[in-house]
């Protein structure tokens, strides 16, 4: 089949995109503005978490389970195939076709500094705004920074992997080297407070009390107004009277050191996250850890141990930090973009497991403990929470059933692990499903109903029409660009059953290759850019690969070129159809008995492509330093100088890579 040249939608395609904006209208009333917490899981695998069955992860995911379990669980939520198109795009609103699918240096001009961030939307509406942990995102200036876009404050770090206990971080609008730095750190920092306390104690419901022999009644703390439980008489019966109490409001059961309890060490009672245990002076084990693992010390602190103590646990603690401080009465944004479970695969501290589940773990720590004082400050059930991986896993990350992993076009590099959760969800949703097609830009308009701001963000002028004639073609000029491509979801979430598999988007495009509509996946080719020798099959939960019996036409590798003009495919090549609800590991390719709906879905797939964004619409590039989508007008950038911005940042810092453009002094 001769490749078609893109065309105008047909009527029936605008007709369902017309019904699909009218049912983005939100219709359940939110009378005040909730608390958001945004969790982003790096490089998680589909299979990894106990929600989605994996059965073998229940104690190092037991909070996010119970979260997911509490909550909706989203059975088609999409991102992009890597990692900072997910996170552009969930800032901005605009699927990766329109902000391109490259990944972001530290200086690159990524987003368009006329875009309106997700943060500056919700500042609008009175929200306080966090962002704790990665960025990825592209900062070539001042203007790009968090902290320039609604954020109230941020630490973090600017490129898209390090070391987790790496001191290449930034605090707001200045790196983050030495404790002398730290504007704002959290109590206690880098001395192991975060990982032994009992207020990181870890939800281990599954496990409550298994195996002990032994009991010691010296009661148990917990919020509220019974704040002690000192009848039990066994172990069981301490987690099943915790238990009682509610979700995210119960402490786990510390215990003494051997030495401090006439020699016999007291045994552990495993609940909701909370306070300890007020009688037991030893912090105690962290629950979660296997019951044969030791309890070592926390480690001496070294020198600035704080600006390079384990990422995952320092932006944990910030969160908690912001929450405690925080007034309850003023609607909060938490933006937590966690860097576990992305490589290097560092050995968390007092974790002796292995090492890719102790990432998970500590994530999980985290998430059960912001849960908690959420929960404590009253803040929980005006709460809504979106947890979400930003793309599917890689190295030890298990995608099971789906087919592919991070870096591919298949389902295990762009279907997530997600859900919606906390007290904002009705009570008679909690424990469900949603099946609507879904993606990460749709996140931004619903936040913004939720908040009681408008979530378009329109250019001044519209773009002028596509030409299939001219694929490079610049529809923006110098004064459009696009628009915000997610839709509402709240009323999909909260009446799911007056919708159906496409009500979000009747056409979702993915990526250049890769679009869906209801149950069928139209896929062109691969992504260029990446192998893919050994990423065409099927991970298996025990970790080895099932390779395909043959190739496909969709296996292949696109052209060269990106977004830059050229339309998807390779010439010779027909695209792959699958039906996902009949063939979740895309196995069976339909696209020959299905050639009316492969050419409908090629042609919105070329015609989508056409609306690309940075192709040929940038300042010319001799005018300033940089690279990335180059699409910020000059005047908002500021002066670019890559030599003195470097040496300003390592005059004053210590470090020389940051902002390029719009430098104090350059």
């Known amino acids: 089949m001769a490749q078609p040249q893109p065309y105008l939608l047909p009527l029936r395609t605008l007709a369902i995109a017309l019904l699909g904006i009218l049912q983005r209208q939100g219709t359940l009333a939110v009378t005040s503005s909730p608390h958001l917490v945004f969790i982003l899981q790096d490089d998680l695998g589909h299979y990894d978490v106990a929600f989605n069955g994996n059965t073998n992860n229940s ?44 990944l972001s240096g530290v200086a690159t001009d990524d987003l368009d500094l006329r875009y309106t961030w997700i943060s500056k939307k919700l500042k609008s509406a009175g929200y306080a705004n966090f962002w704790f942990g990665k960025g990825h995102t592209g900062y070539m200036s001042m203007n790009h ?47 192991g407070y975060r990982v032994y306390s009992p207020l990181m104690a870890h939800v281990q419901r599954e496990k409550c009390a298994a195996n002990q022999t032994s009991f010691h009644n010296l009661g148990f703390q917990c919020p509220g107004p019974s704040s002690m439980i000192s009848s039990a008489s066994s172990a069981a019966d301490c987690c099943a009277a915790c238990d009682t ?9 510390t215990y003494m050191l051997a030495s401090e309890h006439n020699g016999e060490a007291l ?40 600006a390079s103590s384990y990422s995952t646990t320092l932006y944990g603690e910030l969160c908690l930090q912001a929450i405690a401080a925080h007034n309850a009465s003023v609607p909060l944004f938490l933006y937590f973009p966690i860097q576990a479970v992305h490589t290097p695969y560092d050995k968390v501290p007092g974790w002796t497991g292995p090492t890719y589940e102790g990432m998970l773990w500590d994530s999980d720590v985290q998430i059960g403990a912001i849960m908690q004082l959420l929960n404590s400050k009253g803040m ?11 793309n599917g896993g890689t ?46 830009v749709d996140w931004y308009p619903t936040f913004c109903y939720l908040a009681g701001v408008d979530g378009t963000d329109n250019p ?5 029409p596509v030409d299939p004639a001219d694929p490079g073609k610049n529809i923006y000029g110098d004064r459009s660009y696009p628009g915000v491509d997610g839709v509402n979801l709240w009323n999909m979430l909260t009446h799911p059953e007056a919708h159906n598999r496409s009500s979000a988007h009747p056409y979702l495009v ?55 003009g050229s339309l998807p495919g390779l010439p010779g090549r027909t695209p792959c159809l699958f039906d996902l609800d009949a063939d979740v590991g895309e196995r069976t390719d339909i696209a020959g008995s299905s050639p009316e709906i492969v050419a409908e879905l090629w042609g919105v797939l070329n015609h989508t492509v056409l609306t690309a964004f940075c192709k040929d619409i940038s300042i010319p590039p001799d005018t300033r330093s940089g690279s990335g989508c180059l699409s910020s007008p000059k005047e908002l950038l500021g002066n670019c100088d890559a030599a003195c911005a470097g040496a300003y940042w390592k005059q004053q810092y210590g470090s020389s890579e940051g902002p390029i453009c719009g430098v104090p002094g350059c």
């Not at 509490?70 to 991102?79: A, M, V």
């Not at 983050?176 to 109590?187: E, I, S």
């Not at 001044?460 to 002028?464: C, I």
Request: proline share 10%.
């Open 510 to 564: 993915l990526s250049k290759e890769v679009v869906v509509a209801g149950s069928h996946k139209l896929l062109v080719a691969q992504n260029y850019g990446w192998s893919h020798t050994s990423d065409n099959g099927w991970k298996q939960p025990d970790g080895t690969w099932v390779a395909p019996a043959k190739a496909y036409n969709c296996g292949y590798t696109d052209l060269p070129g990106g977004l830059n």
């Open 245 to 253: 109490l509610g979700p995210y409001n119960c402490t786990h059961w």
């Open 267 to 306: 045994p552990q009672c495993t609940v909701w996250s909370g306070r300890g245990c007020s009688q037991i002076k030893h912090p105690g084990a962290v629950s979660g850890k296997p019951a044969e693992a030791p309890n070592p010390p926390p480690a001496p602190p070294g020198p600035d141990h704080c």
């Open 380 to 390: 929980y059930d005006n709460t809504l929470v979106v947890y979400t991986a930003d």
């Open 395 to 440: 190295g030890s990350g298990i995608n099971f059933p789906l087919r592919g992993e991070k870096h591919t076009n298949w389902e295990g590099g762009m279907r997530t692990a997600a859900f919606v959760s906390g007290g904002l969800i009705p009570a008679s949703l909690r424990g469900t499903t949603n099946a609507i097609n879904m993606h990460i």
């Open 460 to 464: 001044p002028v519209p773009p002028s």
């Open 59 to 102: 104690a190092v995911t037991a909070n996010i389970t119970k979260l997911a379990r509490d909550g909706i669980i989203l059975k088609h939520h999409y991102t992009h195939w890597h990692c900072s198109p997910t996170r552009r795009s969930f800032l901005s609103g605009r699927l990766p076709v329109h902000h391109h699918e490259q």
């Open 145 to 191: 920074m968090p902290t320039r876009n609604g954020f109230d404050h941020f630490v973090g770090f600017l490129s898209g992997s390090q070391s987790y206990t790496s001191n290449d971080r930034w605090e707001d609008e200045h790196p983050l080297h030495t404790d002398a730095q730290f504007v704002n750190p959290p109590k206690n920092c880098g001395d």
